[in-house]
């Protein structure tokens, strides 16, 4: 885990603007800055960046934030991943905590491993635009390929000259680990152990993490070469999973995330030639089968998968696989074959982008429903055939499973039962069959995986809200949201010469408690830091691990939340909203929360005299009444008005 202080130490470098401003042009309004939303399609900008706050809002689609949310919301990183980019960023030391031998040698070698990487990459762009060899071989077939400058420079292509190993010892001359240069398979070992360049005479593909940094490398041979592979890839090591990759991820991010779509290509000119039309929401899965961790990498932005694939054998194949384990994840998939023996690289070259658009959007298939007719149309008439058919769609539809899937997939039993001509009432019995299958099948790994106990929950009482009730909660939250937004903006102001606001609003609200459990629990945590001697804002919780936290902070900090708004309408005129008073604002609201306690715990009183059953109880609840009564008489009387009727 990231140390706390190295987390203290990002969080005191943060410029939200900064960081923003790399992904939004930004354009500064009074003391805020405002520019389009990347979360959703605008045309008027709507989205709001406080510097004073270190805090994003959009009052179009309602997404809010801080710095780390914004890189977690919009690349899809996690905290720790956001916090290391920010590390990064700034240059700062990471200091990890409970780290052992093994986990240090292995984040060095990952770093190691990013470093000849990158070196690697300005390497080989700086032969292809500045070295002969590459100019006349490399960046001639790629412009013959259609291919412009700008497309050639965003994905940051290259080339590895024929020369056997001019790479490998400018590795070694700046003095990098020659057995780290064995594992990034830039370099491999021939004849009498020598160290040669593995990519020669290659134009080469840099793959990207979804952070930007180089992870690997693929390498297309230029020229027919009966003997040699046409493409190259990096060998598996500490970065480069290939399971777990998706070429063109980095750049198309946004595009899907906008787009609600992910459209999926075979291979790498693929992807190149669909951005450079201005098709950006595209990946490569690199010409291989589907995986589960490829497809959880497309879930984190969008439900909708589209394949593009070839029209021939291969590429229906190909496109098949992983149909199940899409299916298990919950996206919804579609298929588009590429007709002609072209390829979406050379069929959008020919046809253009308007051309390209409309055929995908026209011949999509459900991919059940055009796997089934494959499986069948293999069939032909053989009984037995078509009884597997019947088995593999069953076993298909068995992986929607998940309960939001319940129509769809009673949908997909109707017409695949039509199709096959069978009963629906027994292709739904056969799925129920395949499912318990499978649970059963998890149990057994469940239960052979050491001792397993199971244990019981009580269950947790549910109660029931009249619309009445639900007003009242949200009127506590309000006010008890009003008591933290004083303490974070005005706790170290002095209240008096003996005390600041922030103990005047402890001390008084000492007998009462919070409503809302994570209003308390903030409420708790800032008189902890009190008592320790530090001085806690909002920003102490804005980048707190706990994301429920985060988000009320920011509900309390980002939103057009003001100080009690009707409080100039209910003290008959007097202007006490929109003005710099902190000790009015700290009076009104600490007033406010009391007032609130005290009718509900009147309010019970009531309650508990209508089923008082002895005198004792009767006598002591009327006694309580009274110095409930006597109290709201001394906060209103002082207020010079009665605000709660």
């Keep these: 885990m ?30 805020n800055y405002l520019g389009l939303c990347p979360f959703h399609n605008e045309k008027t900008p709507s989205f709001t960046v406080s510097p004073s706050k270190e805090l994003y809002k959009c009052f179009g689609c309602g997404k809010s934030g801080n710095a780390i949310t914004f890189l977690m919301d919009h690349d899809k990183l996690s905290y720790v991943e956001s916090l290391k980019w920010l590390a990064a960023r700034y240059n700062i030391e990471i200091e990890e905590t409970e780290t052992s031998p093994e986990q240090k040698i292995l984040a060095q070698t990952a770093d190691s491993l990013y470093i000849i990487n990158n070196y690697a990459k300005d390497f080989f762009e700086n032969t292809l635009w500045n070295n002969d060899e590459g100019k006349e071989i490399a960046l001639s077939y790629l412009k013959e390929r259609g291919f412009r400058d700008e497309t050639i420079k965003k994905f940051q292509l290259g080339y590895n000259p024929t020369e056997k190993n001019l790479l490998t010892q400018s590795l070694i001359t700046h003095q990098f680990n020659k057995e780290l240069l064995l594992k990034t398979g830039l370099t491999v070992v021939r004849n009498n152990d020598e160290l040669v ?33 046409k493409y190259i890839n990096t060998p ?69 998968l589209t394949i593009i694939y070839d029209g021939d054998n291969a590429g229906v194949k190909a496109a098949l696989r992983g149909l199940d384990m899409a299916l298990e994840e919950g996206l919804n998939v579609k298929l588009v074959l590429i007709p002609d023996n072209e390829d979406p690289d050379s069929y959008v070259n020919k046809v253009g982008t308007t051309a390209f658009k409309d055929f995908v959007a026209n011949n999509k298939k459900d991919f059940i429903i055009f796997q089934l007719g494959i499986l069948l149309k293999d069939a032909g008439n053989d009984i037995n055939q078509k009884n597997n058919v019947v088995n593999n769609i069953a076993e298909t539809l068995s992986k929607i499973n998940r309960t939001e899937d319940f129509t769809k997939l009673q949908e997909y039993i109707k017409q695949c039962a039509s199709l096959l001509k069978i009963d629906e009432g027994g292709l739904t ?28 929950f009580p269950q947790q009482p549910t109660t029931n809200y009249t619309d009445s009730d639900t007003l009242l909660l949200h009127q506590d939250e309000a006010i008890e949201k009003n008591i933290l937004k004083v303490l974070f903006e005005h706790g170290y102001k002095s209240w008096n010469n003996e005390q600041s606001i922030a103990l005047y609003v402890i001390n008084e609200l000492s007998p009462y408690k919070f409503h809302n459990p994570l209003l308390a629990k903030i409420y708790a945590a800032f008189i902890q830091e009190l008592n320790e001697g530090k001085q806690p804002d909002a920003k102490t919780f804005l980048y707190h691990t706990d994301e429920a936290i985060r988000n009320m902070i920011i509900s309390i900090t980002a939103s057009p939340y003001e100080l009690s708004p009707k409080w100039d309408e209910k003290l008959q005129g007097l202007n006490i909203t929109n003005r710099d008073n902190s000790i009015q604002d700290a009076f009104m609201s600490v007033t406010f929360f009391k007032l609130r306690k005290i009718k509900k715990m009147f309010e019970e009183n009531q309650q508990q005299l209508e089923i008082a059953t002895t005198p004792e109880q009767q006598l002591q609840l009327m006694k309580d009444h009274l110095l409930f009564k006597e109290e709201e ?13």
Excluded: M
């Design 2 to 31: 990231i140390t706390p202080q190295t987390i203290e130490q990002i969080k005191s470098r943060i410029d939200i603007i900064d960081i923003i401003s790399d992904y939004v042009k930004l354009k500064k309004r009074g003391s």
């Design 197 to 229: 360049d593995n990519y020669r005479g290659r134009i080469i593909f840099p793959i990207h993490h979804n952070t930007g940094k180089i992870i690997g490398f693929g390498a297309r041979i230029i020229g027919k070469n009966d003997k040699a592979p």
């Design 236 to 304: 598996e090591n500490e970065i480069y999973v290939k399971s777990k990759i998706l070429y063109g991820l980095y750049f198309a991010r946004s595009p899907i995330d906008k787009a609600k779509e992910c459209l999926l290509v075979e291979g790498y000119t693929d992807v190149i030639s669909l951005h450079q039309a201005g098709i950006e929401n595209v990946v490569a899965s690199g010409g291989t089968s589907l995986t589960t961790e490829q497809i959880r990498l497309i879930k984190k932005y969008t439900n909708n």
């Design 429 to 456: 019995t056969l799925v129920n069959k395949y499912k318990r299958d499978s649970i059963a099948k998890e149990e057994k790994k469940l239960y052979s995986v050491g001792d397993f106990q199971t244990q019981e």
């Design 633 to 645: 008489s001394k906060i209103t009387k002082a207020l010079g008005t009665v605000i709660l009727k």
